[in-house]
């Protein structure tokens, strides 16, 4: 989530930042021969970036335990709340795929 964000912002910034060369080449200011286009460079997630994002999920993850053992949310609401942080902090789960694999796991334990 947090890499489709950062896409946006880029793809956000590249118009804003283009717009007036683009404005300027259409009032005749700006020789049409000048490429007004450039690159937008993005820092990557840092290390601590990455701390506190794995802290929180830890958290997340703790919080839903304790909601669970005291029995004030369901399983499937616990796996969408532990799905939409996971997501926000830029891991892609499918929740469907997820549980289609903790079934098959339980399925193979029983046996």
Do not use: C, W
Not at 58 to 69: A, D, F, K, N, P
Not at 75 to 103: C, I, P, S
Request: glycine fraction near 6%; proline fraction near 3%; charge should be negative.
């Amino acid at each position: 989530m947090l890499n489709g964000l950062r896409d946006d912002l880029r793809y956000a910034l590249r118009r804003i930042a283009r717009a007036p060369g683009f404005v300027a080449m259409a009032a005749g200011t700006l020789d049409e021969a000048v490429n007004p286009r450039f690159t937008v460079e993005m820092p990557e997630m840092s290390l601590r970036d990455l701390g506190k994002a794995a802290e929180a999920l830890s958290q997340v993850g703790s919080t839903v335990i304790e909601l669970r053992r005291a029995k004030l949310i369901d399983r499937e609401t616990a796996q969408h709340l532990l799905a939409r942080v996971a997501v926000q902090l830029g891991v892609e789960m499918d929740l469907n795929q997820v549980r289609q694999r903790l079934q098959d796991e339980e399925a193979v334990n029983v046996e």
